[in-house]
């Protein structure tokens, strides 16, 4: 079944395209609450409370075109990753006072480029989830800080200490697993 088909299919509430729905982008959304939740298992209650919301709003999606429908699915389960981690904690959110934050080199590029992906994703999911939410929200999500305040309830300033400290730990881990190898 085509990407049109099977939008108009589930908007009606087929069961037959919603499990096909399901099983061409369950990986994909199950990739995103993992780097959310940085736990597999919590992963997986998100995926599963991401599908439910996704069957119950699919009359508010509109198709426009081949990859409006895999945005779609993305921002809706980034969503409930987040409300799921605004629930979990805001004490988390902890603000940092910029001027105690110790002064770190921006990485090159290349810092990046010689580690495996998997392996920099291990140290994304090692983060703390507020640094970690940051972290995916402006790097990955390609958000600002006000709208990462907005979505989070923090200011722009937790925002980009959140950010700062989460590129600092990454660095760190970097600069170690560079040593090792």
Known sequence: ??????????GKGDNLARKQLYERYAGQLMAICVRYTGD??????VLHDGFLNIFRSFGQFTYKGEGSLKAWLARVMVNE??????????ANQQEVIVEELPDVADGDDDDFEQIPQSVLMQF???????????????????KGHKEIAEMLG????????????????LMKKINEYRKRI
């Open 124 to 142: 994304i999911k090692e983060l703390p989830d507020g640094y970690r939410t940051v972290f995916n929200l402006y790097v990955l999500e390609d």
């Open 81 to 90: 990753a987040l409300g799921y981690l605004r629930k979990k904690s805001s």
């Open 154 to 169: 923090i200011t722009e300033h937790t925002s980009s200490s959140q950010l700062y400290r989460a590129k600092t730990l």
């Open 40 to 45: 597999r298992e919590v992963a997986q209650d």
């Open 1 to 10: 079944m085509n990407e049109t088909e099977l939008v108009e299919r589930c």
